[in-house]
């Protein structure tokens, strides 16, 4: 089935640790995001790209970086990970040619201890 | 600057009863306009999408919303709920194609029985 896939769907960190969460689409979308959730303040965007070689920074990028190398790949990193980005994390696609709107994938649930 | 506000974190309907989720926006020029829902542990999907053709716009699951440009509401309801509908529903505003989706903090719906 065509979509996103996102790896891991659960880890348990802890503080300082780096780690890079995968997100991989085939729908062939030029645009791609990292959005984390958290209980009260609904979707934050950290980092998007709206194509290939390019990012851009959300709300909330510190602390995170991405790269997108190729269309289909757009992973985020935790350079030294800290208990406040105990989140949820979605990644999502969307052709912004058309109407834009996100396709997202199942979620990373990330613990820092 | 797009913002959306969702009035009511958490909104209570009986089963059968009708299904009102609030949603203003704020943007300078005529928006996309979206509806999410999120079930338990899951990511997103779309419900429904205003990208300035009817007003009226028809969603799944017997969803629709309504673009009012006076109010700059954008309002998603559904005649008579059902157990089903309890879920996590987030209304997002997009300034172009080639903007990020800005998303409310969400309004969890219950449906009692």
């Known amino acids: 089935i065509a979509g996103i896939t996102q790896a891991p769907t659960s880890q348990i960190l802890a503080a300082g640790r780096r780690m890079t969460l995968r997100c991989t689409q085939d729908m062939r979308h030029n645009a791609m995001y990292w959005y984390r959730q958290d209980l009260g303040l609904g979707l934050r965007l950290i980092h998007y790209?709206?194509?290939?070689?390019?990012?851009g920074k959300g709300e909330v990028p510190d602390g995170y970086s991405v790269s997108r190398a190729n269309t289909d790949d757009f992973p985020l990193t935790l350079a030294s990970a800290v208990p406040s980005q105990t989140s949820v994390y979605f990644c999502?696609?969307?052709?912004?040619?058309?109407?834009?709107?996100?396709?997202f994938g199942e979620g990373s649930r990330l613990t820092v201890l | 600057a797009q913002s959306v506000t969702q009035l009511g974190s958490h909104v209570s309907v009986s089963e059968g009863a009708l299904v009102l989720l609030r949603c203003n926006y704020s943007s300078s020029v005529p928006p996309y306009l979206f509806w999410y829902v999120q079930y338990p542990n899951q990511g997103l999907q779309l419900l429904l999408k205003?990208?300035?053709?009817?007003?009226l716009v028809k969603g799944i699951n017997g969803f629709e919303a309504e673009f009012k440009k006076s109010e700059t509401s954008f309002h998603l309801t559904k005649p008579s709920a059902h157990m089903s509908d309890a879920a996590e529903y987030f209304c997002a505003v997009r300034r172009s194609g080639n903007t990020p989706l800005v998303f409310g903090k969400g309004t969890r719906l219950s449906v009692i029985a």
């Open positions: 999502a696609s969307s052709d912004t040619r058309e109407t834009g709107e996100l396709f």
């Open positions: 205003y990208t300035s053709a009817a007003t």
């Open positions: 790209s709206n194509t290939a070689g390019t990012t």
